[in-house]
């Protein structure tokens, strides 16, 4: 549920007016003047119950949709006095990878509402396939006859709505839907397909080496974890992340004044001013909602939303006699101190534990240093993980490969050379994109633009092995120096002729480096295409 917005003008809804919407990315919004009355919180299993008992609201599709970032998924809100425009970019239903689609809502003075629905709209969440549509006064409303809106009509009621329950069944699919108020009540009708939309789809897939920003050790038993009484540095500098052995044990203090954490067994805690957030069981996060399983997993570590380091094992700082976890920072920097926290059904001070994360929260760079250590207890896991689903590089024996060395990892994962929009190419407006995955090696980069997909899937040819050309060479634009692992580039769309609407251009991004990591040198983006519209 995002934070308050406002609509932009008076809003007439169900016999009163409002002034404010609170947006959910289970695609509704509630209405309220100021917050009063107060939304309800994010929910993603839709119910005619709470549909009428909740909030006033209104739903362009409440079901468990995920917004994610590797779609490109976003939640807009332009709010003007004419037109509040509400969009679900690039959604989909939960559990699933695909189909993604466009949902958006658009409110008037009028107290009108119209919604939109991409053509691949549906409703298959794994976590169920409940999918209401339709608007309520709520806090209490009768529910009504349910209403067919894709056949069109009138109700008298303020409460309209339609539900699906089976998979897939939802019938609005690229299409539109019009619902006026009759006060009391609504006259509603479908619109018909979208046209004239500016949209992008992406084509194919990029190439070029895939290194992990993960690094991790996992110890079958607590008795053969082999790191107690040693520390590891890692420190993270121009877009590497490197491992090198030694460091130290501070004591308890040392940085500021230590405060003990308010943990129960299995839970996590956010600490101090620096948007750390502490599990019990021995990892530091970089935000909040990392699993707190008490089992450590590397499959959970590369999974879990927040960067972390971690010396995962199972801990309880709640057992009578325990130490507790210590917390203390100054400036950018912060330490957390496992001061003797016993195994979970530990009973005396042979179960203690002494791990310390001494983290930088500026750079990212940490020291995990370890004291003694208890040989019961389950399995450990020692490592980092970037934010969200990251590359498994496989396990380590951390000790032994430190003697051959650092390690050196990328900041984050880096996988092949990718290009996503970031806008639409709409009259008038610049088209804008976003290559990432960028490879250190590289030198320099073009991007090419085209009337045409050629829809070569392998340039072994050229010497790019699985390497595709999804754009025709018709303009090449460049070069660019990359300052990262990212580069933004644009395209300006004019505002005429209107005959450029439905006008499709594509385009692809191309990187050289050094040392070259194929015989002609180059890695190539998957491609995307942009239809030009409104």
Request: charged share 5%.
């Amino acid at each position: 549920m995002f934070a308050i917005r406002p609509i932009g003008f008076v809003f007439p809804f169900a016999g009163t007016t409002y002034t404010d919407v609170h947006v959910c990315t289970n695609g509704y919004v509630y209405v309220s003047n100021a917050g009063v009355p107060a939304p309800g919180a994010a929910d993603f299993t839709p119910t005619t119950a709470e549909f009428v008992s909740g909030s006033p609201r209104f739903a362009p599709i409440w079901e468990d949709l995920n917004i994610l970032a590797a779609n490109n998924g976003q939640v807009y809100i332009n709010s003007t006095a004419a037109k509040c425009t509400i969009t679900w970019k690039n959604a989909v239903c939960y559990g699933t990878a695909a189909p993604i689609f466009d949902v958006q809502a658009q409110l008037f003075p009028t107290g009108e509402i119209r919604c939109y629905y991409g053509a691949s709209t549906t409703n298959t969440a794994t976590t169920g396939a409940a999918c209401i549509v339709g608007a309520t006064p709520g806090l209490g409303a009768i529910l009504p006859a349910v209403s067919d809106l894709s056949a069109g009509g009138a109700t008298l009621d303020d409460t309209i709505y339609e539900n699906w329950s089976v998979a897939a069944a939802f019938d609005l699919t690229n299409n539109a839907e019009l619902l006026a108020p009759t006060s009391p009540g609504w006259a509603f009708a479908p619109l018909g397909a979208p046209a004239n939309c500016a949209s992008t789809t992406a084509l194919g897939a990029g190439c070029g080496p895939s290194t992990a920003g993960s690094f991790y050790e996992n110890f079958a038993t607590s008795a053969a974890f082999d790191l107690a009484s040693t520390a590891i540095t890692v420190t993270v500098a121009g877009g590497t992340r490197v491992v090198t052995p030694g460091g130290t044990y501070n004591a308890v203090g040392s940085l500021g004044t230590p405060t003990a954490l308010v943990l129960t067994d299995d839970s996590q805690v956010a600490a101090g001013t620096l948007g750390l957030t502490v599990g019990s069981n021995g990892w530091v996060a970089f935000g909040a909602g990392n699993n707190n399983a008490f089992t450590p997993s590397n499959v959970t570590m590369l999974a879990n939303p927040a960067a972390a380091y971690y010396s995962w094992h199972d801990l309880n700082p709640t057992i009578v006699g325990s130490g507790l976890v210590q917390y203390e920072e100054a400036g950018t920097l912060a330490q957390v101190t496992y001061d003797g926290v016993w195994d979970f059904g530990g009973t005396s001070a042979a179960n203690a534990n002494f791990i310390q994360f001494q983290i930088d929260a500026a750079t990212g760079s940490c020291v995990i240093a370890w004291g003694a250590t208890s040989t019961l207890g389950n399995g450990r896991l020692v490592g980092y993980s970037p934010a969200g689903a990251s590359m498994d590089p496989g396990g380590i024996d951390i000790s032994a490969t430190l003697i051959g060395g650092p390690i050196v990892l990328p900041a984050t994962d880096i996988g092949p050379l990718a290009l996503a929009a970031t806008s639409s190419p709409v009259l008038g407006t610049s088209w804008n994109l976003k290559v990432s995955s960028i490879p250190p090696s590289t030198v320099f980069g073009v991007n090419l633009f085209g009337v045409s997909d050629p829809g070569i899937l392998d340039l072994f040819f050229l010497g790019m092995p699985m390497c595709q050309l999804r754009s025709s060479l018709d303009v090449i634009q460049g070069p660019w120096f990359p300052g990262g692992n990212t580069y933004n580039y644009s395209f300006p769309v004019p505002s005429t002729p209107l005959s450029l609407l439905g006008f499709q251009l594509y385009t692809q991004a191309a990187t050289f480096g050094v040392p070259p990591v194929n015989a002609f040198g180059a890695i190539t983006s998957g491609g995307v295409k942009g239809t030009v519209g409104f």
